[in-house]
Nanobody, 117 residues
Framework: QVQFVESGGGLVQAGGSLRLSCAAS????????MGWYRQAPGKQRELVAG?????RTYYGDSVKGRFTISRAQNTVYLEMNSLTPDDTGDYFCVADGSDYVPPPDHWGQGTQVTVSS
């Protein structure tokens, strides 16, 4: 099992920035891939960004060039810049024992991000 401590969500104006953090603990082998998914109201969950233990990164098309994911052992950070109202949603920290093979096995509780126009 994997436990997550997510932080950094909140309310921000369009054009602003937020930084999400997620510290994972538990079975290390289950944390090869870590990242963030999000779910906007009325939409399916989608990959925001992910990173493997060897530093391979993955980004959703809508966030490329604006968001940056980084990792220090079993803590991942998501730097979100140039936020728009379309970035509003619940952001879930995820982990998986494999490299990016969706959907991830382990999910955090989620943290809410709201971008006002």
């Amino acid at each position: 099992q994997v436990q997550f401590v997510e932080s950094g969500g909140g309310l921000v104006q369009a054009g602003g920035s937020l930084r999400l953090s997620c510290a994972a603990s538990g079975i290390t082998a289950a944390m090869n891939f870590m990242g963030w998914y999000r779910q906007a109201p009325g939409k399916q969950r989608e990959l925001v960004a992910g990173i493997s233990t060897i530093g391979r990164t993955y980004y959703g098309d809508s966030v490329k060039g604006r968001f940056t994911i980084s990792r220090a052992q079993n803590t991942v950070y998501l730097e979100m810049n140039s936020l728009t109202p379309d970035d509003t949603g619940d952001y879930f920290c995820v982990a998986d024992g494999s490299d990016y093979v969706p959907p991830p096995d382990h999910w955090g509780q989620g943290t809410q991000v709201t971008v006002s126009s």
